[in-house]
Structure formats: structure tokens, C-alpha cells
């Protein structure tokens, strides 16, 4: 389907109003312990005018009560607390993993789509082209590639059979 997800961590309209209606927006600001409610809904309502899909990143329940498009897991949170909430239907859970176990525990979750990384970017979760294959082989979820994807290397993307990716400098 070639989903698109842009992580951002302020808002700034320009960035959000230069994507397409395939790019949907990640929210996640891991630097403040408060959520800014009123920032998630200037967000939401950019979002939807610009009818591009916005999710908050580690905090189901808000998402739900603010009626977000969804919700983004990420890697280090391994509760399964929001399998006991109640959502409309078109609500989705995706989340990120950067290895078997991380797999594992995002299927137990009952994510979505998972965001393995990093395909590109050389830092400590650096996988390649091959151990990602291998990891995307083996889960029967949706995967999204992850990390340092450029405009000079998203072809490689057709080598994986993985059309979805995710960043924060590609889309700037």
C-alpha cells in the first residue's frame, strides 16, 4: 500500500502541511512527563484537515479518549494493559521492535503494523538489509521499515518486499 509515517516531536505546520495524504503523523514527545492535551488536538485538527492519519505515541488511553486515528507503541514499552480497553473500530495499534523478542512481545500487544529498525542508520539497533529480512520473515504482522532511509537508498525498499516506512529527516 507504500504507508508513509513521520515522527514528530513539536508542531510545526509547515512540516505537516508538505506530506501527503499517504504520510500519517506520529506524535511523541518523550522530553515532558505531561501530555499537552490541547497541543494533541491543534494536532488532530491540522491532521484532519489535511485528512492525514495522526497517532500518539505511549499513551493509548489518551489517544482513545481524544479519538485519534491511534495509538504508536514503542520498542521499550512491553505492557499489555491496553488489551483490556474499548475502541472504535477503525482505532489502530502499530508499534516498533528491534529484534525477535521485541516481536514477540509487540504480537502479544496485538499491534497492527511493526516498525523494525534500524534498516539503515548505523546506531546500536543497526541491523542491514539482511537481518532485517530475516527478522520481517518471521512474524505474519505488517511490517514498516525503520532508520536513516533516504531519498538514495528508499529504492532498496523493493529488495524487502516492504513498501511501508517510517522517519523523521526524510520527511523535512
Known sequence: MNRKYYFIDKFE???INNQSQQTSIIYRNY???IENENLILKIKAHCKKKR???YLSNNIKLAIKLNLDGAYIPSFNKSTKHLAYTYRK???IIGSAHNLKEIRIKEKQKVL???VSSLFKKNKNFLGINKFKILANLTKKDIVALGGISQNNIKKLRLLKCQDFAGIS???
Open 31 to 33: 522530553s515532558s512527563n
Open 170 to 172: 526524510f520527511f523535512e
Open 52 to 54: 492525514i492519519k495522526f
Open 90 to 92: 477503525k482505532f489502530e
Open 113 to 115: 503494523r511493526i516498525f
Open 13 to 15: 505546520t509547515n512540516n
